[in-house]
């Protein structure tokens, strides 16, 4: 009875902790009775899992409503869009906006059942210290962004896919077990199919590390679920991600430098401390303490995903879970259990500053003028009746609200909207810019900060942006407006432009 009682209490602390960090930016998801989502890729996963919502059955292999009228042929898959369409049926019987809201909660969700599966598989293995694991799980600024409120992306399925075959492994190299073969198996399956980027990677890794293990006949069930898993996948999906041609790659990197989770993570970078504190700085422990241990291949995980982050900052979301398990090793080496817990409880203090600036006065202003932002081009979505260019990263959310395609899009299958998109703003000259709109069939043109976008936009070509470009001229001198395009909504921040016949 009393081992219940403390595992009922493990768990209600698991779910209390897990909805408090990742659902954090609750006054930025819910705005005004309307619902946000974090990032312009969620919008255009929403529009996914609307499609969906309103025909079931239907897989989403062709975008039509990004770089439009070509369109995408995405490296998004089905299963996060009918994760959503799951949810969303379950709250139908409670709300008229169920899509919307099941979309804002959905990582979340995964978060609390990685949660509840780490609670009860730390249990299991009784790893020494397994609260060091679940802390950091539950507290890491960069994994509560991962599976934050308002956030259905794709990665919070895949990290928890990858956590949950990476703790079968590590069972699996201490013991032989069918079950845990059936779970890795399935959970590798699942999370390449989701997305064919970091788990083609990690499980590369694996069977470098592991391959006289893993192929042994005890993991025959493992193997036969990993291969029916994407057996299915190709099946329903029907396609196979493309890599960019060669004239393209000029442009994507040109684009991927505006994008934060591209960014480069110095070494030096205090990042480091904020998602996974001062422990960190005891690393090199890992390689002394497991040397002889069989799950000394998740310290190759730690190094390998750290250096992968350097290069990419997404990479992060992986390190800082692998560092998370890894911690029980590192806290056992220090010997006395109390040193061990102190030095976890002061090594946290770098998130616990994180997360105070999270909270500041700088931030609580940045938010407020952000959802004010949303607001305002929210009202301007409602007056598009037809495709239309707009910066790219506001493109997504514009499709979403309005239900109209857009030339640009967030996607690096979007790469050729989001030129032409730059393009026009750049643009001085009214037949170049009059040109791009007839060649991609636009009938609105929406303006935003002349500043950002210039700077945006700069980044993107190469080249100088003239204080006589488009995006200058409809933002702050809408009068001038060349007379293809006529004002026809305004507010703050955004104009909308409506193309009089070509």
Known sequence: MRGRILLLLELTIVIVLVTI?????????????????????CYARMTRARICFAHPGTVVRHHDF????????????????????????????????????????????????LGIFLCFWTRAMRLPFRWGVLLLYLLSPILAHGFALGRPDHQSLVLALVAVALCAEWTLAERVSQLWSLVSGLSWGLALWVSPYEPVILLAL?????????????????????????????????????????????????????????????????????????????????????WRNPTRFMTAFLFVTFLFTLWQARWGYFFTLFFALCLPEILRALRNPFLAWAAFAVGLFPIAQAWDRTFSEDEAIRRVENRLELIELRTVAHELDGPFIAPWWLSPALTYWSGEPGVAGSSHESIGGIIESAKFFAAENTAEAMDICVRRHAKWVVSYD????????????????????????????????????????QTGRCKAFRLQAY
């Open 206 to 290: 694996l069977l470098s590390l592991r391959a006289r293990h893993i192929f042994a006949h005890d993991r025959k069930v493992g193997w036969i679920a990993f291969g029916a898993v994407i057996a299915l996948a190709l099946l329903i999906e029907r396609r196979i991600p493309l890599s960019p041609d060669s004239a393209t790659i000029n442009e994507l990197e040109n684009w991927s430098a505006t994008i934060g989770e591209l960014a480069h993570v110095p070494i030096t970078s205090t990042l480091w401390f904020q998602w996974c504190g001062w422990l960190l700085i005891l690393t090199p422990i890992l390689g002394w303490a497991t």
């Open 450 to 489: 002349a500043g950002r976008i210039a700077e945006n936009t700069a980044r993107i070509l190469k080249v100088p942006i003239s204080s006589r470009a488009m995006a200058y001229v409809l933002d702050r001198n809408a009068s001038s407006a060349p007379s293809f395009l006529q004002l026809e909504a």
């Open 66 to 113: 990004e770089n439009y009228p070509i369109g995408t042929s995405p490296h998004t898959t089905a299963p996060l869009d009918y994760c959503i369409v799951a949810v969303a049926a379950v709250l139908s019987t409670l709300t008229r906006n169920a899509l919307d809201l099941a979309g804002a909660v959905i990582s979340p969700l995964i978060a609390i059942a």
């Open 21 to 41: 960090t990742r659902c954090a930016n609750y006054a930025d998801v819910f705005v005004a009775g309307q619902i946000n989502f974090v990032d312009p890729d």
